[in-house]
């Protein structure tokens, strides 16, 4: 168990990606009306707004930050947004859920589906249910412990878990309870946003759960007791951007100043700090059917790792965003990469730009 870590202070750094939250998340679009349910929108084309993202915007694209996508069991393609809310694309049609029909989710953190078919998401205005036809709101108003959330997963035994600024907490689809955890001892913590914050949350195939942090590693807990890790145990830092499970039970960690890790189960791989990555801002895990593993550094493009060497995908391919926080590839085969500057589509070779007129088949 990980006490102390001697990580120095680097709160004066100041990333694009905070930037970004702070002008989309905390300057623009905090105010909202929590309506509990909604009509479907039947929009088609993308919404007007007056408002440009001065750090990076691309004229044509589907919208100014894509941060999530998913596939439900329908098919159907969902995209989340810091600026445009909502994307559904059903294979013919593009709709938005946004502020210009009465939905105001902003900065859309997480997808789910549960075995109902219902279609959850998370953002900064709660937790969501799409049931189809109508929208449910979750809030504080009924029981949440902060509207902001950061991370949203349903554990084997059908319990939604939610990282939120103030914490973790559990949803049994009626009511939410808080899930404490232990806070390592860290000194002089790089926190960005709250120390009680909880990024990411995954599960791995023992049923243990792991939680990322914003300053002070990754606790797990194995249904009895919690074990922190820091620096001190080999994490390459403290301060967690996104965990992923791999299909080999591996735990792989983004973080903020120190790049990418994975975790075996007994040691640390710090693939950054060895020279095999370049940058420090990790997010965007995915694995593919063919087990590669893939991810987003900031300024530094994607990578793509086979099991023996990773190969770095950039501006040279057609990816002309510096910024990409979502990699997906759909029951199609089809592999989309979503980010600063909007959705992109990749054909094992060159990434092309989306735009309301696709490329979207095959």
Same mark, same amino acid.
């Given at each position: 168990m990980s006490k102390m870590t001697s990580k120095g202070n680097n709160n004066s750094i100041i990333h694009f990606s905070i930037l970004c939250a702070a002008i989309l998340g905390f300057g623009i679009f905090m105010s909202c009306?929590?309506?509990?349910?909604?009509?479907?929108?039947?929009?088609?084309?993308?919404?007007q707004t007056n408002y440009k993202d001065?750090?990076?915007?691309?004229?044509?694209?589907?919208?100014?930050?894509?941060?999530?996508?998913?596939?439900?069991?329908?098919?159907?393609?969902?995209?989340?947004?810091?600026?445009?809310?909502l994307m559904h694309y059903n294979g013919k049609t593009l709709e938005y859920f946004n502020r210009?029909?009465?939905?105001?989710?902003?900065?859309?953190?997480?997808?789910?589906?549960? *075995?109902? @078919?219902n279609l959850w998401f998370s953002s900064?205005? !709660?937790?969501?249910?799409? $049931? %189809?036809?109508? #929208?449910?709101? /979750?809030?504080?108003?009924?029981?949440?412990?902060?509207?902001?959330?950061?991370?949203?997963?349903?554990? *084997?035994? @059908?319990?939604?878990?939610?990282?939120?600024?103030? !914490?973790?907490?559990?949803? $049994? %689809?009626?009511? #939410?309870?808080? /899930?404490p955890?232990?806070?390592?001892?860290?000194?002089?913590?790089?926190?960005?946003?709250?120390?009680n914050r909880i990024v990411s949350i995954v599960e791995d195939k023992s049923g243990n759960l792991w939680f990322g942090t914003d300053g002070f590693g990754i606790c797990k807990y194995d249904g009895v007791h919690f074990t922190n890790y820091t620096t001190e145990d080999g994490l390459c830092d403290n301060v967690i951007h996104e965990l992923m499970v791999d299909s080999k039970g591996r735990i792989w960690i983004g973080t903020f100043f120190g790049g990418v890790s994975m975790y075996d189960g007994d040691t640390?791989?710090?693939?950054?700090?060895?020279?095999?990555?370049?940058?420090?801002?990790?997010?965007?895990?995915?694995?593919?059917?063919?087990?590669?593993?893939?991810?987003?550094?900031?300024?530094?493009?994607v990578y793509c790792y086979d099991g023996t060497s990773f190969t770095n995908y950039n501006e040279k391919d057609g990816l002309n965003t510096n910024g990409i926080l979502s990699i997906f590839e759909d029951?199609?085969?089809?592999?989309?990469?979503?980010?600063?500057?909007?959705?992109?589509?990749?054909?094992?070779?060159?990434?092309?730009?989306?735009t309301k007129d696709g490329p979207w088949a095959k």
């Open positions: 009306d929590r309506q509990i349910t909604a009509h479907k929108n039947t929009e088609t084309l993308p919404p001065p750090l990076l915007y691309i004229d044509g694209q589907l919208c100014q930050h894509l941060r999530k996508i998913f596939q439900d069991n329908k098919g159907d393609l969902w995209f989340g947004t810091n600026v445009y809310g210009k029909n009465g939905h105001n989710y902003s900065r859309i953190t997480g997808f789910v589906q549960d *075995k109902e @078919g900064y205005q !709660g937790l969501t249910k799409y $049931d %189809g036809l109508s #929208f449910t709101d /979750f809030t504080k108003n009924e029981g949440l412990p902060n509207d902001e959330l950061w991370s949203l997963t349903i554990a *084997k035994d @059908g319990t939604f878990l939610l990282g939120t600024s103030s !914490g973790a907490c559990r949803f $049994d %689809g009626q009511n #939410f309870s808080p /899930f955890l232990p806070r390592a001892v860290v000194k002089d913590p790089n926190t960005i946003l709250d120390e640390f791989t710090n693939f950054t700090q060895s020279g095999l990555v370049q940058g420090e801002e990790v997010s965007g895990f995915y694995e593919d059917r063919n087990g590669r593993i893939w991810f987003a550094v900031e300024n530094n493009g029951r199609e085969h089809r592999f989309w990469f979503g980010g600063w500057g909007g959705l992109f589509r990749f054909d094992g070779t060159a990434f092309t730009p989306v």
